[in-house]
């Protein structure tokens, strides 16, 4: 019996623990449990991925009930991709956190970040669906703390928003429960897609509002439009560690988009068909140009960060809205991608923005250790307006590639919107670090924290070095995600025990 | 009796949603309150309405669905941790700013230190 | 009939919202009417549940409404209303219309709580199969939510000491004063009846926690009933007399509450069965009659320890913002001394 699949969801959960019983008050110690911690989960990750590739689908049935009676979790491929992500980046920011003495601005940063790391893996592992929603709200919960930890007027005036808006969208999420379970009478998403083939059609147009509505709840963790406003407010005002790390969490919302449109609501269903990709195809292109045009426009560095991110986000459910292997891989690839120079890039902005005691995109004076941040800064817009030589590039190439029969309107304006990103960075950068003239202040040394962003960017690296078996992977990936027998198979349904 | 409970949980979602587009953070914890009321009644009702038959074995026949029942308890104690939360940030928002205004969309435009 | 009460008790906050202390007792009236609701639809687990929930909740909020403004202040612009009230009432009507459609047809497949109902008392070792699935069937989902408590608690925690240390706000609490001037503070007679009632209250949680598996109860419950009856110590005689008297840190019960709950399910590991697996076992001890000892009770007392935990650290961060408000504070238990010659 493999039990390592449930480290993920276990480790934070007993570290953090740990910390509020024993570890309370003590700085110091907390911050070397969690570092131990973020190693011991960067192993497991890379063992669950291994152990993905080489043993195929795996379930999991939690306290040995069979599914879908009790609550399975399923590692495949895709799930172990998202684990071992939000490994290296929680990992990354968490370097970045200590190094930059964020963690001591206020209580349990510790243990609110495990429990985030906790909520996130157990979104990516679980193969229910109200279980999905217990560990969204894990998450959810936890980013709450996060985003307001340090305080401030306007951070927590930001937070109450951005805590009731998400608590309407759980709400919406509860509702589509409601419907799944009275119509099929499950929850498990192997089941889901085992028994929704074979739905009455008297009963679809119920399924298919259920469907509509996750996607809301899944594009509003994403920032899709016309659900994006609250990203920029929110991340604008979150510590700067902390919006990097909620670069993973926007990835929830389109790693659900992903599960639920191969394996519950495949676009060769009866019930549901195109409905899915009809409505977020449009959204997709229409945050892209958000994003880009936002981008263009922002006054303030971390401002600047939300609307790439944003833009990035809308760039990876255009590809993910095709729902087809190779879209799909292409999608991957620049999730992956995404991730880390979203990361990097509100890292940079977090460093420049703690030397200048403000934001603001202008040229007062000049910044410490400027050409250190110019240089992150550089490689962190390359990456995420997507020129080479970076994985932005790749990623790019990769979607343009598998939209080509679609030409006109998508590579119009995924082509025009990196036009108006690479004049926004530009443009920022220049005021940022060529313009302004006079002595430097003095530098402040934080090696963690500037290692942690150059770490994310080793990453980047890394990823267009081998970027060809990184691509045969997800090609296969891509490939179980759009065959979902093996996943159904796992989850052994109709056997007792 | 499907009816009125229908019309009741769209009463409460009617209700919760203006009361949380009134801007201000107590109406908007209370609108997020009537909104949980009716989506845990919404999640309630998928197990059909059912009369005297509580799903406590040995004491009948036939018996209502215990799951709704469970996933509905949980989400009940998750809304309670919410609104706490959200309370405490109201008290801390109101203390730190003074004054209680909510924008529900980006108004950071304006707040920009 | 209680649907019409409930109709217009919620079509009057609705108007009525911008005097706070009315609108949170019309809230609640909603709430308590919703109550009955489930125990007349066969949710005894759940009416027991939405009562203790809506009791702990006013409570919270009565006492963090002396933090805010009494009245929310200008009403909206007409307009603005008006498209509120439109949105609200078109979403509200999709929302009703969806769960007409859905209760009025049957499943498309047999539900799954087929299997719970049948195997609760020998798959599970209880009766009440609504508790079998909390803490057995779906027990992981139950997990996360204490984690939720959990998390809210230490928010609650950190967000409070963040406005400990901010000047302006330390400022703005200060010169806050008791918005209505009581003659009582602290009724001597609601002061005796709540403490009588603790030890009483206290019994009733114990049994509430232990009968859960076979009757409507459980952790959940059980954990609530505890808290409110602490709570009521707060109301009753004053946050700094309660303060001294509750020594411990609740950081303690919250994070032990996790960690027995974890244990639990770590504990199945030993016998090379998944996490969170629970066994039972029917003991007969002379002279008492065979009763159940599952393993879920201990998940369960976890659960009932972080309930426990999060609704009184939330109460203690809440007090210890209010002994910086310009009140006189209170170290007497109520307000007359009684050894006092009047």
């Known amino acids: 019996m493999n039990h390592w699949i449930t480290a993920p969801i276990i480790l934070p959960a007993f570290v953090a623990v740990l910390m509020i019983i024993v570890l309370r008050g003590n700085l110091a110690l907390q911050r070397a449990l969690a570092i131990a911690a973020g190693l011991a989960l960067n192993g497991i990750a890379i063992a669950l991925l291994w152990s993905a590739t080489t043993h195929g689908t795996e379930a999991y049935f939690l306290g040995d009930w069979p599914a879908p009676f009790g609550i399975s979790l399923v590692l495949d491929r895709l799930s172990a991709l998202m684990v071992a992500l939000l490994a290296a980046l929680s990992f990354a920011t968490l370097l970045n956190a200590i190094g930059s003495g964020w963690d001591a601005k206020g209580a349990h940063f510790h243990p609110l970040l495990q429990f985030l790391v906790m909520g996130v893996a157990g979104a990516f592992l679980t193969g229910d669906a109200f279980n999905l929603f217990v560990f969204f709200e894990v998450l959810l919960i936890a980013s709450y703390g996060l985003m307001v930890h340090g305080s401030g007027r306007e951070r927590t005036r930001a937070g109450f928003q951005y805590v009731a808006f998400n608590l309407v969208g759980s709400s919406l999420f509860i509702v589509a429960l409601g419907l799944i379970y009275g119509v099929t009478g499950t929850l498990n998403l192997a089941d889901l897609a085992a028994k929704l083939p074979s739905l009455p059609p008297g009963d679809s147009a119920l399924i298919r509002t259920a469907a509509v509505m996750l996607i809301l709840v899944f594009a509003i963790k994403a920032a899709l439009v016309p659900l994006q406003f609250w990203l920029p407010g929110t991340y604008a005002n979150a510590p700067g560690v902390v919006a990097a790390l909620f670069a993973i969490m926007t990835k929830v919302g389109a790693y659900s988009t992903l599960r639920f449109g191969t394996l519950v609501f495949p676009p060769d269903l009866p019930a549901t068909g195109d409905l899915l990709a009809s409505l977020l195809l449009p959204a997709a292109l229409v945050s892209l140009a958000v994003g880009a045009i936002g981008t263009l426009g922002a006054t303030t560095l971390p401002r600047l960060a939300a609307f790439a991110g944003i833009a990035s986000m809308g760039l990876a459910f255009t590809a993910i809205a095709a729902f087809t292997p190779q879209t799909t891989a292409a999608a991957l690839y620049y999730i992956l991608h995404s991730t880390l120079a979203t990361a990097i890039l509100f890292l940079v902005a977090d460093l420049v923005t703690r030397r200048r005691a403000h934001g603001r995109l202008d040229s007062a004076a000049p910044i410490a250790q400027s050409g250190l941040l110019a240089a992150l800064f550089l490689a962190a817009a390359t990456a995420m307006a997507g020129l080479p030589p970076l994985s932005g590039f790749i990623g790019k190439l990769l979607i343009l590639d598998a939209f080509r029969d679609q030409a006109p309107l998508v590579w119009t304006v995924i082509l025009g919107a990196s036009f108006l990103m690479i004049l926004g960075f530009a443009r920022a950068g220049s005021t940022l670090f060529w313009k302004p003239e006079g002595a430097a202040p003095p530098a402040i040394a934080e090696p963690f924290a500037v290692g942690a962003a150059f770490s994310l960017l080793a990453g980047l690296a890394a990823l267009t070095l081998l970027a060809g078996p990184v691509t045969a992977w997800l090609a296969d990936t891509a490939t179980a995600l759009h065959a979902p027998a093996e996943y159904i198979n796992a989850n052994r349904l109709g056997q007792d025990g | ?113 | 009939m209680l649907w019409g009460v409930l109709l217009a008790v919620a079509l009057a906050t609705t108007v009525l919202h911008r005097d706070r202390v009315v609108a949170l007792i019309l809230t609640s009236l909603a709430g308590l009417i919703i109550a009955p609701f489930f125990a007349f639809h066969s949710a005894p687990d759940l009416a027991l549940t939405q009562i203790s929930v809506e009791v702990v909740t006013v409570l919270l909020i009565l006492l963090a409404l002396h933090f805010l403004p009494a009245t929310t202040p200008d009403a909206l612009p007409a307009p603005r209303r008006l498209w509120s009230a439109a949105v609200a009432g078109i979403a509200g009507a999709g929302v009703g219309w969806l769960a007409w459609a859905m209760m009025t047809r049957h499943h498309a497949f047999p539900p799954i709580s087929e299997f719970h109902l049948a195997q609760s008392k020998p798959g599970a070792g209880g009766t009440n199969a609504v508790n079998t699935i909390i803490v057995d069937f779906r027990g992981f989902d139950t997990y996360g939510e204490i984690i939720v408590l959990g998390i809210a608690a230490l928010v609650i925690f950190a967000t409070i000491e963040a406005v400990l240390r901010s000047p302006a706000a330390m400022q703005r609490l200060a010169i806050r004063s008791p918005r209505r001037e009581d003659a009582d503070r602290h009724p001597m007679m609601f002061a005796v009846a709540t403490r009588v009632l603790l030890p009483m209250a206290m019994l009733v949680g114990v049994f509430l926690f232990l009968r859960g598996h076979n009757m409507p109860g459980g952790g959940f419950v059980a954990g609530l009933v505890f808290a409110i009856a602490l709570l009521m110590q707060y109301m009753a005689s004053g946050y700094e007399w309660s303060q001294k008297r509750q020594r411990y840190d609740h950081h303690l019960v919250v994070g032990w509450g996790i960690l027995i709950a974890s244990l639990a399910g770590v504990g199945s590991w030993v016998f090379g069965l998944p996490f969170l697996t629970s066994g039972f076992v029917y003991v007969t001890p002379w002279p008492l009659d065979t009763f159940e000892l599952a393993t879920a009770a201990i998940f369960d007392l976890g659960v009932f320890l972080t309930v426990l935990g999060a609704v009184l650290l939330a109460l203690a961060s809440l007090s210890r913002l209010a002994l910086r408000t310009g009140d006189a504070p209170q170290s007497r238990a109520f307000d007359i001394d009684p050894t006092e010659d009047r």
């Open chain 2, 1 to 113: 009796m499907e009816a009125l409970v229908a019309t009741a949980i769209g009463t409460l979602t009617a209700v919760g949603l203006y009361l949380i587009l009134q801007r201000r953070t107590f109406p908007v914890i209370l609108g997020l309150t009537f909104l949980s009321y009716a989506v845990n009644v919404s999640l309630f009702v998928s197990g059909r309405l059912v009369t005297n038959a509580a799903p406590i074995i040995g004491t009948g026949e036939t018996f209502a669905d215990p799951l709704p029942q469970a996933l509905v308890l949980t989400a009940i104690v998750i809304s309670f941790g919410m609104t706490a939360v959200l309370m405490i940030l109201a008290i801390s928002g109101h203390l730190q700013a003074g004054h209680d205004r909510v924008n529900l969309g980006d108004d950071a435009r304006k707040d920009d230190a």
